[in-house]
């Protein structure tokens, strides 16, 4: 009996300073994960975008087929020519951080 208790302890010991073991690696490897982020970056999301597509979602959901239709080659219409002035607005800047923004476009 005493054996037992004996060999119990062992195996609770055993597994407190595994698992202690097992802690201290998570945590430094959350640590390094953590640091290995960018810091001092800022990343925007234009969120006027999504809700613009929304509402062209909803109103083209409440078009028959033929509006839809007229819609949509006027939609594109439109979005190229914006494209072309978003271009010739690119061309015009010598700033190269507004150039390299007009190429992510």
Not at 12 to 31: D, G, K, R, S
Request: aromatic residues 8%; contains cysteine; charged residues 30%.
């Amino acid at each position: 009996m005493e054996f037992l208790s004996q060999y119990g302890l062992f195996l609770a010991e055993t597994v407190t300073i595994v698992l202690a073991i097992i802690a201290i690696v998570v945590f430094f490897v959350m640590l390094s994960i953590r640091k290995g982020q960018s810091l001092g970056k800022l990343r925007l999301t234009d969120l006027g975008e999504n809700y613009r597509d929304r509402q062209r979602e909803m109103q083209h959901a409440r078009m028959s087929e033929a509006e839809q239709k007229i819609w949509n080659k006027a939609f594109k219409k439109q979005q190229k020519n914006e494209d072309k002035k978003r271009q010739k607005q690119c061309k015009r800047r010598a700033d190269p951080f507004t150039q390299a923004m007009c190429l992510c476009d």
